[in-house]
Each structure stands twice: as structure tokens, then as C-alpha cells.
């Protein structure tokens, strides 16, 4: 027995699934996870004393490599300082003042603990500020585990949600409506069938894969949005300092009226903001009426890894154009090992994130997506990770990039194109 297994074996005893996050558990790739003992750049160091190149980083969160000395100091530093006060401190005033100045939509941003968090309190917001109860949302879209977002739709088209999990009240997605991603009728039949508060997307969409806005897809939602009064929220989790310094939102010039970011903007520690325009923002409590609190908002030791990462982002701007070249390499190389192995597919990205797909030609939204090779997927996970690669162990994940790619590119790149050659 490898010692994974042994603490898998006792994880599983103890926990659900044995993990903290469903995916973890590496059931959809037919396997069971490694346990990390560290890491560092771009490979992680399992328990068994395997070293993986390691494209799940974090699930995003990280940009520019495990163990980044400037960020692992800053928070070192931060900790010796004390880990919580829960009174205000000026490194939270520093990130806010960086998250507004690298963000043009964000005038004001609220420190929270998760992507769920953000969520949660930006449709609050944009619920209160509208004074409706309606919130459309895209099948494939993901957007954090709070109820009002587990739902999915019967066919894609713009249905009534139902829930997507026991314990999910009716009642409590009533107020959802399903749209289809990159499919602009969809929405306006979503707006026809309840008063709409909000519209809340992945601007290029990660949880099923990556899957980029078409041309006028988000101008679409913009316009839709202005003319019902209703507000456009930006799920920038994963986009956020990705897909370029200002997000999504710069890269495809749409102005969001709320924005929530998570994953990169805490630097690998659980942080993550909602933010947006002024007038709706003042509405949050204490300046207005909307609750929203958290005893380790704005905790030191996540402001001081956000503080460090996104300062190496503003201040080496060049950063964005060596993962996008990375990224472009590793796309073709990847698109021609598909065409020489005869395997019927496509590889699609945005920046720093990017998806093969097994299967269908093109991915536009989840109807494409859903159709995916999952077999094959699990088989190309597997045989990736024998040569020493990890990947994320889902087909409808991104793999994410990282500067510290850069030195172990040519190695994971012929690693991966073996692999391809493996599943045809
Ligand atoms: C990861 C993610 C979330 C949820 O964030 P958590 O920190 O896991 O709660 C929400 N939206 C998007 C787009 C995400 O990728």
C-alpha cells in the first residue's frame, strides 16, 4: 500500500469522501488521490516521494507558482504580527486600494472568505438594490455551493430551475432562471418568465471546461441588462488577474456593475471579493442596509498573500504575455497531437486557463460540453499522470498556468502529447 492510500484509507474514515471538496476525491478519473507533503514552482511532492508537475494549481488560485518565497514571507512576516484581530488592519486598505486600481468597474470591494461568499452577497446586493427576486445563471456555470445557485436546467433553454441537490429547498431556486451560455434568445426568454434582479455569468466560462464568450455574447448581456434596469454581475473567481491584470472584463472590454473574485486575488489562502459600482456598493452594511459580515474577513495572513501576488502582477505586467505564449504553444501542440492520433476533439483557452475537450469539434456551451468523452478523458488523466503530470481529474476543468510553468513546459508538453498517443 502506497502511503496516499494509508491516508486516504484513514481520510475516508473520518470525512466525506475522505476529502474537504468533492472533486479531490479523483472519482471521476476512476482513481484516489495522491496527499501532497509539499511543493514548490510548478511540482508538488506527494507523500510517496513522486514529484508531479501540477496543472490543477490549486484550482487557480495560484499564478505564479507554489511556495512563491515573496508570498510565503509576506505571510510568515504577517503571522508573527498576530493571525486575527478582527479589527481593521492597513494591509486590507492596501489590497481594496490595488483591487480598485487593477479592477476599472470596482469602485468599492468587500473582503469575504470564499468564492461562495462573493456570490451570495453580490446577488444580495444587486436583489436589494432592484428590489427583485429574479437571478438568471448559465447551465455549466458554477458559482460557488450556496442554495440559490444548485440548479440546473432540464435542456439547456431557458427553463425554471429545480434544485440540483437534497437539501435544497424549491423554494429557494424558485428565483433562478437558466439560460444557455453564449445564447443571448435564451436570456431574453429568462427575463420574459420573472422580474430580474440580476444576471450573474463566468465571463469565459471554467467550470465546464473553458469556454469563451462569443463575439457580442457579453455586449449581449450588457444590453440586455440596461434595458430590463437590471444588474450584470461578473463571476470572476477564476477569470480574475487570469485571464489578464483587470479580468475578463478588460480582456472583452464589458463593464460588470459587480464583480466577485476569489482564487488568485487571496494568493493560495481562503480570501476572496465582491465588488463594484459605488452607489450599489454603499448599500452593504454599515454604510446601507444589506447584511454582510465575517468574523476572518479581511484576515491578515490572506491580505498578505494577496497583497504579494498582486503586487507581482501590477508591477511585472509583462507576465500576462509569457503565459499567454505558453499557453499558445501548449494549445497547438496539443491540437496536433489530437489531429496525428486521429482523436476527434478540441482544445479551448482564454489566457492562462485552457480545456481539451475529447470529442465534440467546438465547445459553445454545456449541450456541446455535456457530450464529452468522459472515458477517454479518464484514460488521458491516468496516462498523464504516469509520466508525471498532473491534471485536474475532471473533464470539465481547466488546466491553469502558472509563471513557474515556464522552466518545465517542454517536459510537460511531450508528457502530455505521449499521453494523447496512449488514448487514441
Ligand atoms: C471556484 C469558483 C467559485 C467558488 O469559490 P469557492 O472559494 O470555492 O467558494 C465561484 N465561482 C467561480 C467561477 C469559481 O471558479
Request: net charge negative; charged share 20%; aromatic share 6%.
Amino acid at each position: 500500500m502506497t502511503t496516499s492510500a494509508i491516508w486516504y484509507e484513514r481520510a475516508v474514515a473520518v470525512m466525506p469522501g475522505g476529502v474537504n471538496s468533492p472533486v479531490r476525491a479523483f472519482k471521476s478519473v476512476g482513481s484516489t488521490p495522491p496527499f501532497v507533503d509539499h511543493a514548490s514552482g510548478a511540482r508538488l511532492h506527494t507523500v510517496d516521494d513522486d514529484s508531479l508537475i501540477d496543472f490543477i494549481a490549486s484550482w487557480g488560485a495560484l499564478i505564479l507558482g507554489h511556495a512563491e518565497p515573496a508570498v510565503v514571507e509576506a505571510v510568515a512576516e504577517a503571522a508573527r504580527r498576530g493571525t486575527s484581530f478582527g479589527v481593521p488592519t492597513p494591509p486590507e486598505v492596501e489590497l481594496a486600494e490595488l483591487i480598485t486600481d487593477l479592477v476599472p468597474s470596482i469602485d468599492l470591494v468587500r473582503m469575504v472568505n470564499s468564492g461562495t461568499e462573493a456570490t451570495a452577497s453580490a446577488v444580495r446586493v444587486a436583489r436589494a438594490a432592484t428590489g427583485r427576486p429574479g437571478v438568471v445563471k448559465f447551465e455549466g456555470c458554477y458559482h460557488g455551493h450556496a442554495d440559490p445557485f444548485l440548479v440546473k436546467a432540464g435542456s439547456g433553454a431557458a427553463t425554471l430551475g429545480e434544485p440540483d441537490s437534497p437539501g435544497v429547498p424549491a423554494a429557494t431556486v424558485a428565483d433562478t432562471h437558466v439560460a444557455r451560455f453564449n445564447d443571448l434568445e435564451s436570456v431574453e426568454s429568462a427575463f420574459a418568465g420573472g422580474s430580474i434582479a440580476a444576471v450573474i455569468v463566468e465571463p469565459v466560462a471554467g467550470n465546464m471546461g473553458v469556454v469563451p464568450p462569443q463575439a457580442g455574447f457579453l455586449e449581449g448581456l450588457r444590453a440586455i441588462c440596461d434595458r430590463h434596469d437590471s444588474l450584470l454581475i461578473f463571476d470572476e473567481v477564476m477569470t480574475g488577474f487570469r485571464v489578464g491584470p483587470g479580468g475578463a472584463q478588460v480582456r472583452y472590454g464589458v463593464e460588470p456593475d459587480l464583480t466577485c473574485l476569489g482564487k488568485i486575488v487571496a494568493g493560495g489562502t481562503p480570501a476572496a471579493a465582491y465588488g463594484g459600482r459605488e452607489d450599489l456598493m454603499r448599500q452593504v452594511s454599515p454604510d446601507g442596509p444589506v447584511y454582510q459580515a465575517g468574523t476572518l474577513a479581511g484576515n491578515p495572513l490572506a491580505m498578505a498573500a494577496g497583497l504579494a501576488t498582486l503586487r507581482h502582477l501590477a508591477d511585472n505586467p509583462g507576465v500576462y504575455d509569457s503565459l499567454e505564449t505558453m499557453g499558445s504553444s501548449l494549445e497547438t501542440q496539443l491540437v496536433e497531437a489530437l489531429a496525428a492520433a486521429g482523436i476527434e476533439g478540441c482544445v479551448q483557452r482564454a489566457g492562462a486557463m485552457l480545456t481539451l475537450f475529447f470529442g465534440p469539434p467546438q465547445v459553445t456551451s454545456w449541450d456541446d460540453a455535456a457530450t464529452v468523452d468522459r472515458d477517454r478523458f479518464a484514460r488521458f488523466f491516468r496516462a498523464a499522470y504516469q509520466r508525471g503530470v498532473l491534471l485536474p481529474p475532471s473533464p470539465f476543468e481547466a488546466l491553469f498556468l502558472m509563471v513557474a510553468h515556464q522552466e518545465v513546459m517542454a517536459e510537460a508538453t511531450t508528457s502530455l502529447v505521449a499521453a494523447i498517443e496512449e488514448v487514441a
